[in-house]
């Protein structure tokens, strides 16, 4: 999965796009047309054909106008590209009450992040370290927010935030793969395993692997998937916030979990 650089075009442009303090106007002959609309068609776009197919001529397409009229809305497909990231974070964690323990509010975080990125895989193949958008910079302060007070440093509230991010993302992005090899091949893993299996089993004979043959039979049974996606993401996470407890009491024993 290729990694898609953003900011490709004007800084300068996307900026002033992200933060809409140049909100380019509607044609007398394209009422409907805005930088809200394409970025929601080339949304769908991406989220059905990938980011690689996306391209300003497709989006033109999709709207019903020519390739020309998106330029008086977005300069280019760099541009595009900040502006449907960032508005894919758009309400990311709103709704419902902000759980109270900070290990409840940063598994939340982390949930939130894993489903964003299992509804939109193209964000996996987006370098975003360079976007600096409202809806990013609000999902920034609510998170920071959920480790704000336990005596953490600044630096650390930041490190702890972009851990959990990664490790949710990088969860993610193995989920989509798994996802992508069973549509790819049309075969799920239980379904290729039974067709291929009996092969495997005249080539490695298991005595000379007993620990991979027995533990690799107890997830299969108990789990019936080679990679348990949902679970891996869930288990990794849990280690993931027992080394945040450490750090957290290290620093604030009184404030465990508060």
């Given amino acids: ?51 690689g197919a ?70 996996l193949q987006a370098s975003r370290g360079r976007l600096l958008g409202p809806h990013l910079v609000a999902k920034y302060e609510y998170e920071l927010a959920a480790v704000d007070g336990l005596g953490l440093t600044d630096d650390e509230m930041d490190s702890t935030v972009s851990l959990v991010n990664s490790y949710a993302e990088g969860a993610a992005g193995q989920a989509v793969a798994g996802s992508e090899t069973e549509r790819a091949s049309g075969m799920t893993d239980g379904q290729w395993w039974r067709t291929h299996g009996p092969i495997l089993a005249t080539l490695v004979r298991e005595s000379d692997y007993p620990i991979a043959s027995r533990v690799g039979s107890a997830v299969g049974r108990e789990h019936r998937a080679v990679y348990p996606a949902e679970h891996a993401f869930a288990f990794g996470l849990e280690r993931v916030l027992d080394g945040v407890q450490v750090l957290v009491d290290s620093r604030a024993p009184s404030a465990r979990d508060t």
Avoid: C
């Avoid at 300068?12 to 044609?27: H, V």
């Avoid at 939340?108 to 990125?117: E, G, P, Q, T, V």
């Fill in 54 to 123: 996306l391209s300003m001529r497709k989006v033109a397409e999709r709207l019903g106008v020519g390739t020309m009229s998106l330029y008086t809305y977005v300069p280019g497909r760099g541009e595009l590209v900040d502006l449907m990231l960032d508005a894919a974070y758009a309400g990311l964690h709103a709704g419902g009450a902000r759980p109270d323990g900070w290990r409840d509010r940063l598994d939340a975080i982390a949930h939130a992040n894993w489903r964003l990125f299992l509804r939109h895989p193209w964000m």
């Fill in 1 to 51: 999965m290729s990694t898609q650089h953003t900011t490709s075009g004007d800084p300068a442009r996307s900026l002033a796009l992200l933060w809409r303090t140049q909100e380019p106007t509607s044609r007398r002959n394209k009422p409907d047309l805005s930088v809200d609309r394409i970025v929601s068609v080339a949304s769908e776009l991406a989220d059905s054909d990938g980011l």
